[in-house]
Protein backbone atom coordinates (compact mmCIF):
# COMPACT_ATOMS: atom_id res chain seq x y z
CA UNK A 1 0.00 0.00 0.00
CA UNK A 2 2.84 2.10 0.96
CA UNK A 3 4.31 1.69 -2.39
CA UNK A 4 1.76 2.31 -4.36
CA UNK A 5 1.08 5.94 -2.81
CA UNK A 6 5.23 6.75 -3.17
CA UNK A 7 4.33 5.40 -7.10
CA UNK A 8 1.74 7.36 -6.87
CA UNK A 9 3.00 10.55 -5.74
CA UNK A 10 6.19 9.84 -8.12
CA UNK A 11 3.95 9.90 -11.24
CA UNK A 12 2.18 13.27 -10.05
CA UNK A 13 5.11 15.26 -9.42
CA UNK A 14 6.61 13.79 -13.39
CA UNK A 15 2.97 14.90 -14.70
CA UNK A 16 3.74 18.59 -12.96
CA UNK A 17 7.21 18.76 -14.06
CA UNK A 18 6.66 18.11 -16.97
CA UNK A 19 3.84 20.64 -17.48
CA UNK A 20 5.73 23.21 -15.86
CA UNK A 21 8.30 22.72 -18.42
CA UNK A 22 5.99 22.84 -21.25
CA UNK A 23 4.38 26.24 -20.03
CA UNK A 24 7.77 27.95 -19.64
CA UNK A 25 8.77 26.79 -23.26
CA UNK A 26 5.51 27.91 -24.35
CA UNK A 27 5.49 31.39 -22.48
CA UNK A 28 8.70 32.15 -24.09
CA UNK A 29 7.02 31.90 -27.49
CA UNK A 30 4.11 33.87 -26.96
CA UNK A 31 2.10 31.29 -26.55
CA UNK A 32 -1.24 30.61 -23.34
CA UNK A 33 1.22 28.75 -20.78
CA UNK A 34 -1.89 27.74 -19.03
CA UNK A 35 -3.45 26.05 -21.99
CA UNK A 36 -0.14 24.67 -23.06
CA UNK A 37 0.42 23.45 -19.08
CA UNK A 38 -2.13 20.94 -18.83
CA UNK A 39 -1.20 19.99 -22.88
CA UNK A 40 2.59 19.30 -21.44
CA UNK A 41 0.48 17.16 -18.64
CA UNK A 42 -1.07 14.94 -20.14
CA UNK A 43 1.44 14.34 -23.46
CA UNK A 44 4.76 14.70 -22.58
CA UNK A 45 5.14 11.73 -20.17
CA UNK A 46 4.33 9.52 -23.05
CA UNK A 47 5.92 11.40 -26.10
CA UNK A 48 7.32 14.68 -26.37
CA UNK A 49 4.53 15.70 -28.80
CA UNK A 50 3.64 19.50 -27.21
CA UNK A 51 7.49 20.36 -26.99
CA UNK A 52 7.49 18.91 -30.82
CA UNK A 53 4.02 21.09 -31.66
CA UNK A 54 6.03 24.20 -30.08
CA UNK A 55 9.21 24.31 -31.63
CA UNK A 56 7.00 24.10 -34.94
CA UNK A 57 4.48 27.09 -34.19
CA UNK A 58 6.05 30.14 -35.02
CA UNK A 59 5.97 32.78 -32.22
CA UNK A 60 3.40 34.86 -31.45
CA UNK A 61 4.41 38.52 -32.02
CA UNK A 62 2.88 40.70 -30.14
CA UNK A 63 0.19 43.31 -31.88
CA UNK A 64 1.22 46.58 -32.53
CA UNK A 65 -0.76 49.87 -32.51
CA UNK A 66 0.00 52.01 -35.16
CA UNK A 67 1.66 55.40 -34.54
CA UNK A 68 -0.91 58.08 -33.36
CA UNK A 69 -2.38 60.43 -36.20
CA UNK A 70 -1.51 64.34 -35.72
CA UNK A 71 -5.51 65.62 -35.28
CA UNK A 72 -4.21 68.91 -34.30
CA UNK A 73 -2.67 70.26 -38.34
CA UNK A 74 -3.25 73.65 -38.74
Request: aromatic share 14%.
Amino acid sequence: MLASIIFALFVLALIFLCGQFTAKHAARRGRSSSAWFLWGALFFPIFPIPSIVLALLPPLDKPTTPPPQNAARC
